[in-house]
């Protein structure tokens, strides 16, 4: 080893321990007295290691915006969570933005320094963790006194978002963590039993019940459990104000339309499972459910993530999200996902992770969009699409591309560390279930006698159809192995040693298998996929295949722009505009739409080694007609100002006799494309 890696290593462990000291430590509780009501139960940041395309996905992003972003753009340039107290800049009553906007980057380097294993990122993050812990008012308070006293702001939303990087530490594996978690359980606990701020209101504050919640579950000190439940009753008196989420029994058991900001209602929503999880009132949990019902009724996109551009809204080609979003309802969907054990979460979060995000990053991880859409034909500084923000930036790949409103900049890291972590849970049969796929590894203990195994999880999931385990152990173990068969799979195969093998299958999509396992078993997995048509307003179509859902990538001309305070020459913002051809329409079987439409996949796809976001290994060939006067719009006071079209009305519109073969990629594969597309005759 290096002495410069000894010596790093060195510095994180006495930062780690010192900390320990100043803070004390405390005693934690283990095992099913954390969350006794759950299904399925998460394992420690660090227990799964990605392996294969995405450790490479999440090493790109760990060397780019990952770690670099705070070299990049103000407000993750600040000392925010670090000493810096107050900012001129900031409007009265919204004190609170850069504590969020660095605390959204600050939780995911952190879970991402974790799934890596990455110690210089780790030291990255934790000097600002470390900084926040020791500075502790004399009665407990974590956080800047800016906004200490509560008065009328969202005083406490930035605790909500920063201690998820203090929970992801306290649980983290590794030995030299082992004082500090109980450090830090102790540190937020007294934080928030001798605060005098009200966490039923305002709009945001209610989301600390998370925070809350898991120091009960380490402590079991019921004034904590009381402090939840208190602030969600207080919180229920206005919680059907749409500015705080539009979460009245009314509105959510009526199963309208959610009139509500997107990162609000996806925060809050989640609540009512997590108070599941450590009560077991069923209430909770019908509640939760059913404020979930109301996106997948009314506002989701072909990508896996409702229009939320802030709002919900409808589901046109040109309906958009946050990029926040997409960090925000998977984690959401976690909880559920841990409080029913119903595998239709996972397949929720795959669906939103492996289109929708990589849909809205630069594949070279050093720009993403604020506002990303299934139809964009150009983002440029000037040609957002969505009616409340027409004309404005917020679609360019930049590396802060909200400026100002940063969180998206920040939140956007959190999504794939978060995916690797939750990959594995524990079961509450005291078994092991793989809900998330991805070549991985995970460490877990399982079965009656608590045995350490580990499963490698050898695969090119979603390019591919078959997953491989293979199981590690000092001796034969015997323990259920869960694993989850998605929804859109119809007809999938297992082989244990290459000999076909039958499973329990619950009525919650998981084949169980209740087995002594032996070292070296594998068991295959194969999940058959099956190309699927899905129709949209104004009579458009879209493409899937299994996991992934197929666009038509448009090429681009990049342009770098550098502006101060939020980009570098290195890192700046990218105007994207077409070069090539996308005004077509799919030409589809009425009878059998997906007969002509074939499936294609690059031969030695696991030897190649390339990332699969850059080089998509699987395609969709479709037969198609070019829309003549389908055309970017212009606006009518600056012809120069250019936007991505509605779809076209064809009976009125020019189409083309020849007929064409296009080739469409995964949606994650493209910066500029076309995934909602006009239906046209043969």
């Not at 506002?299 to 993530?305: E, F, P």
Request: charged share 20%.
């Amino acid at each position: 080893m290096e002495a410069n890696e000894v010596s790093r290593r060195e510095f994180l462990r006495l930062a780690i321990i010192s900390s320990a000291m100043l803070m004390g430590t405390g005693s934690m509780l283990d095992g099913e007295q954390l969350t006794p009501h759950a299904r399925l139960r998460e394992l420690a940041p660090g227990a799964v290691r990605p392996e294969g395309w995405l450790r490479g996905m999440l090493e790109k992003q760990a060397a780019q915006l990952g770690s670099k972003l705070p070299q990049i753009s103000w407000p993750f340039t600040g000392a925010y969570w670090a000493g810096e107290e107050k900012d001129e800049s900031i409007k009265p009553g919204q004190s609170w933005f850069p504590w969020e906007q660095k605390g959204y980057w600050i939780d995911g380097a952190m879970r991402l320094a974790m799934v890596l294993d990455d110690e210089a990122l780790m030291e990255q993050v934790w000097t600002t963790i470390r900084y926040t812990l020791t500075h502790a008012d004399t009665d407990g308070y974590l956080g800047p006194q800016l906004f200490k006293d509560p008065t009328g702001d969202d005083h406490r939303w930035p605790q909500a978002v920063f201690f998820r990087s203090l929970t992801a530490c306290a649980e983290a594996p590794s030995p030299m963590m082992g004082e500090t978690g109980k450090g830090i359980v102790d540190a937020m606990r007294k934080h928030y039993l001798n605060d005098k701020a009200s966490y039923g209101t305002p709009e945001r504050n209610i989301t600390n019940v998370e925070s809350i919640l898991w120091c009960y579950g380490r402590t079991g000190d019921a004034r904590l459990l009381a402090l939840a439940e208190n602030a969600w009753q207080e919180y229920m008196k206005v919680a059907g104000n749409k500015d705080r989420g539009d979460l009245s029994p009314m509105h959510v058991y009526a199963d309208t339309p959610i009139n509500s900001h997107g990162v609000t209602y996806a925060e809050t929503m989640k609540l009512p499972a997590i108070l599941y999880l450590y009560t077991g009132k069923e209430d909770y949990l019908k509640f939760s459910e059913a404020a979930e019902r109301r996106i997948f009724d009314h506002h989701m996109l072909i990508d896996g993530i409702p229009s939320t551009s802030e709002w919900y809204s409808t589901v046109t080609s040109l309906d958009l999200h946050e990029t926040c979003d997409i960090a925000d309802h998977t984690w959401s969907w976690g909880y559920q996902l841990m409080a029913t054990g119903d595998s239709v979460w996972a397949d929720r979060i795959e669906r939103a992770s492996f289109n929708a995000a990589p849909g809205a990053i630069k594949k070279d991880w050093k720009a993403l969009q604020y506002m990303s859409c299934p139809n964009q034909f150009l983002a440029t500084l000037n040609s957002d699409h969505h009616p409340k923000g027409r004309g404005g930036f917020k679609m360019a790949y930049q590396p802060n591309p909200g400026k100002r409103i940063a969180c998206c900049g920040g939140n956007v890291h959190r999504i794939f560390p978060n995916y690797a972590i939750r990959m594995w849970m524990q079961a509450a049969d005291g078994g092991l279930a793989a809900v998330l796929y991805g070549p991985s590894k995970v460490k877990a203990n399982v079965g009656a006698e608590n045995e350490l195994v580990e499963i490698e999880q050898t695969t090119n999931y979603p390019f591919e159809e078959e997953i491989r385990f293979t199981i590690y152990a000092r001796r034969a173990v015997r323990f259920p192995l869960s694993l989850r068969i998605p929804g859109w799979c119809k007809s999938p195969r297992l082989t244990v040693n290459g000999v076909a093998a039958m499973g329990e299958q619950t009525t919650k999509g998981f084949l169980v298998l209740r087995r002594t396992f032996k070292p070296g078993d594998v068991l295959t997995l194969t999940l058959p996929m099956r190309t699927a048509v899905t129709h949209w307003p104004q009579g458009g179509v879209g493409l899937e295949h299994g996991p992934l859902v197929y666009s038509l990538a448009i090429k681009a001309n990049w342009k770098p722009i550098v502006e101060e305070k939020y980009t570098t020459v290195e890192y700046p913002s990218w105007e994207a505009t077409p070069v090539s051809d996308w005004n077509y329409g799919l030409i589809l079987n009425a009878a059998q739409p997906t007969k002509g439409v074939d499936f294609a996949r690059k031969p030695n796809l696991a030897s190649e080694n390339l990332d699969p976001w850059e080089n998509p290994p699987t395609m969709l060939n479709v037969l198609a007609r070019k829309i003549e006067d389908w055309e970017l719009q212009s606006n009518p006071q600056n012809s120069t100002q250019k936007f991505t079209p509605p779809l076209p009305e064809l009976s009125t519109s020019k189409v083309s006799q020849t007929m064409e073969q296009l080739t469409l990629v995964p949606y994650g594969s493209t910066e500029l494309r076309v995934t909602i597309f006009p239906a046209v005759k043969a």
